[in-house]
């Protein structure tokens, strides 16, 4: 089952424009985590916001997580159209042992046209 | 540094045949993770190994499917009569030492089963 959901579906903007992509999920998590996808093959890490954490940064990427909604953000800044894939968000939830399990979302497709 | 590399990258197969995909995780790292992912879908869990044992098999579908890791690198996903549903992109994960780390992605084996 997929815990997290991703909001909307798919997006289509201009290179220069900002995308913002939204993540809900549904139960405690300890970290939220941001992926990227192209052409449906591996995923590569983006940005880990941690449950105690509000606001994240990396270069053109600001990640926001409100506990108390249950749901996150990225924003891309500044679109290029090598920034085309889906962008996925995976709750980590912790289970027995201490450890950790990954919970994906089904993603946002982003196109930006040049 | 080399990242996780998956073998095939495509396997097609008939029904009823047993297949198996490869991971190499990258170096080092303790912990590693197969997923399935269908079509328009983010990854779904599969299986978790911290070392050469398998920490949570929660998310294999049934007893058709197995995996071993028997020396604590390399890792072996074995999937017995396969069904046309088993048709998915089969990713790899792994992280350093267990699932509160980072997790690193290979590109996949991408498996249709006819």
């Known amino acids: 089952s997929q815990q997290g959901e991703e909001d909307p579906q798919a997006l289509s903007i201009q290179e220069g424009e900002n995308a913002t992509m939204n993540c809900s999920y549904k139960t405690s998590i300890n970290n939220l985590q941001w992926y990227r996808q192209n052409s449906g093959r591996g995923l590569v890490h983006l940005i880990l916001?941690?449950?105690?954490?509000r606001e994240k940064h990396s270069g053109r990427l600001r990640v926001t997580l409100d506990t108390s909604k249950k749901s996150s953000s990225l924003l891309i800044t500044a679109s290029r159209a090598a920034d085309t894939a889906s962008y996925f968000c995976a709750t980590g939830l912790k289970y027995q042992g201490g450890s950790e399990k990954l919970v994906f979302g089904k993603g946002t497709k982003l196109t930006v046209n040049p | 540094g080399a990242g996780v590399s998956q073998t095939p990258s495509n396997k097609v197969t008939e029904k009823g045949k047993y297949v198996e995909l490869r991971c190499d995780p990258i170096?080092?790292?303790?912990?590693l993770y197969w997923y399935r992912q269908s079509l328009g879908q983010g990854p779904e869990f599969l299986i978790y190994f911290q070392g050469t044992g398998a920490a949570d098999d929660s998310g294999l579908p049934n007893d058709r499917f197995f995996a071993v890791r028997p020396e604590g690198s390399v890792s072996t996903l074995k999937i017995q009569r396969t069904e046309r549903g088993d048709s998915a992109v089969y990713l790899c994960?792994?992280?350093?030492?267990?699932?509160?780390?980072?997790?690193?992605f290979g590109p996949g084996t991408r498996l249709t089963v006819l």
């Open positions: 994960a792994s992280s350093l030492h267990d699932s509160t780390d980072t997790q690193y």
């Open positions: 916001i941690r449950s105690n954490e």
């Open positions: 170096s080092g790292h303790t912990a």
